[in-house]
């Protein structure tokens, strides 16, 4: 007998949808239809000869001088690319470059003083624009400030806040004295917080009081403390006031106030720190197949060169525009391409700190509207929620000034790539589906908009000087049309280099699966599944391994197992991701009681709990399946991938492998009820 409960649904459409389920957009999609971009695009944009590709083959690795040249080096790079370690490559070596001069003075020292560098937009109306001088005089007082309180070069500063300005400062102020930053996405739970300050061995910590979702105001500042006090290090905090009367905090020993430091400071000038090109810019946690999160090393010459290559190649991104990457700073995409990118080419860059339905269903296009957006990027997860409330929305906003909109996270299905094409984009702008990872640093799989054409639902090509393939499990070629795994047979500057403090991990967990090391043949394994056609285009099929992609967040299934299996009353449990026609995946979580436990309403309660204490709301399973069993093969290995097809309401395949084949059909019988 085995027993579900529901979690939270996702909103229900309140329209019609918008979809457009007309014939024409039917047959359009069965046709595969692709699109070139328009004439006008092509003339304007960055990259649009598509000799490229050639060029860098023929040039590589020195192609990637194309990338360094957007950089302002205080000492130019010896040699491009040192491999005589590997996979522990080296990028740009003897070069030294500081990522906050990149980002800021440079603009400043040539006329961009007073041009928006950052618009932010709060969620109950205020906005606040820095200019590139207004967030240069910032950032040099925090700095100031952070070294004040101690903090040397090389020092892991964590930041643990949500979408306001003073996040991508405190970036920028780590990266001019050169303390490398750890980020912690806000959403992430207290627990989750303490688990990466100790791995990092983090002794300064800048968080906030609170912030504002969907009007209320949340208190963050009561989830920082309860993660500080399971640190081990002795920690110095600073606190933003964000909230101001709206909630009032209290500081405690060795805890300072945001705004007092950045007075007390004032007017200060720091020098940025010349780092070596293989100094380590930043720290991010990522998930992968074990329980404990990855801390991917990304250093400051090659991640930033290759953050502002692809800015500059794919989201053709000018200093005169406007541009809106509708992600959070706490993930890779907002470091790569809301900061670090669009900041080092001297853009003007737009923040949201609210969610795209408050206080209505169309406070993007609002935002859009209003600020004259040319570039915006956002994901799978969010478009196809749009396409559920409907076109009404933004056919109500003048969306005329877009001219480029891009995807990343997940895969997007042909029939939102074609919703966000026509209603979004006018039928008139390109569309990049960029695929990459926290590892990568920046967009490998992608068109150039100024270039190739695009084809919905396929990534497209790899980015020039980017070797991807698709093989199958022993590392042979695919023909095109099959399933293989997605590898990557070159090394790139934006590459992670190392998993912080455990290089073991690093190369057991990339690099072991497809290199010949006695040939010293190094292939990177991102853990994805794919499929190649004719023109060379890849589609992404998603993970291979135990991570779900969540709304586009990445979750490891291990780390929800192991929250859920320290519940008491849990005796095992088994995670994995079914398919969610707006998540992309949604968590299922297959629990067994321990003899004697009941699986009432306030168990499931305390499991979906406990997964929140230990990760986060992000991670709150769709569905808690009660079962005395889980299947198993003989060997006594759980069948992930018939729990993934029972969640996914698939056909079950072949069971007669299976120890306990009777346990499926009750399983499946309870899932569908
Ligand atoms: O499975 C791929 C998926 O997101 C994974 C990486 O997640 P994360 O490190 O959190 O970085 C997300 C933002 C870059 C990949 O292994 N993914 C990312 N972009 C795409 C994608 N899947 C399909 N299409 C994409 N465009």
Known sequence: MVSI?????????????????GEELEARLAAGESYDPPESFVEQANVNDPEIYEEFEENWPDCWERAADLLTWFEDYETVLEDDDAPFYRWFTGGEVNASYNCLDRHVETGGKNRAAIKWEGELGETRTYTYGDLLYEVEAFATALRD???????VVTLYMPMIPELPIAMLACARIGAPHSVVFAGFSADALATRMNAADSEYLVTCDGYYRRGDALNHKEKADKGLRGVEQDVETVIVDRLGDELNHFLGEH??????????????????VSRDAEDMLFL???????????????????????????THAVLDVKPEDTYWCAADIGWITGHSYIVYGPLALGTTTMMYEGTPDYPEKDRLWELLEKNDVDIFYTAPTAIRAFMKWGKQYPEGRDLSSL????????PINPRAWQWYYDHIGGGECPIVDTWWQTETGGMMITTLPGVGEMKPGAAGPPLPG??????????????????GYLTVRRPWPGMLRTLYNNDDRFINEYWREYSDED?????????????????GYITILGRVDDVINVSGHRLGTMEIESAIVGVDGVAEAAV??????????????????????????????????GVEDAIGPIARPEAVVFTPELPKTRSGKIMRRLLEDIASGEELGETSTLRNPEVVEDIAESVGE
């Open 576 to 609: 994995v991701g079914g398919d969610h026609d707006v998540k992309g995946n949604a968590v299922y979580a297959y629990v067994i009681l321990e003899d004697g436990q009941d699986p009432t309403e306030s168990m499931r309660d305390r499991i979906v709990g």
């Open 466 to 483: 980017i070797d991807a393939q698709v093989v199958d499990a022993v590392g042979g070629p695919v023909d095109p049309g099959n399933a």
């Open 519 to 535: 040939a010293d043949e190094w292939v990177y394994f991102p853990e994805d599944g794919a499929k190649l056609d004719e023109d």
């Open 403 to 410: 001219r480029l909109l891009g995807t990343v996270g997940e």
């Open 284 to 310: 991010m946690y990522t998930s992968g197949t074990t329980g404990q999160p990855k801390g991917v090393k990304h250093t400051t010459g090659g991640y930033l060169s290759y953050a502002a290559w692809t």
């Open 149 to 155: 309180l101690g903090v040397a070069e090389d020092d």
């Open 5 to 21: 409960f529901m979690g939270e649904q996702p909103p229900e459409p309140t329209t019609d949808g918008g979809t457009d389920s």
């Open 255 to 272: 805890a300072h106030d945001y705004d007092e430091l950045v007075r007390a400071h004032e007017g200060a000038s720091v020098e940025p």
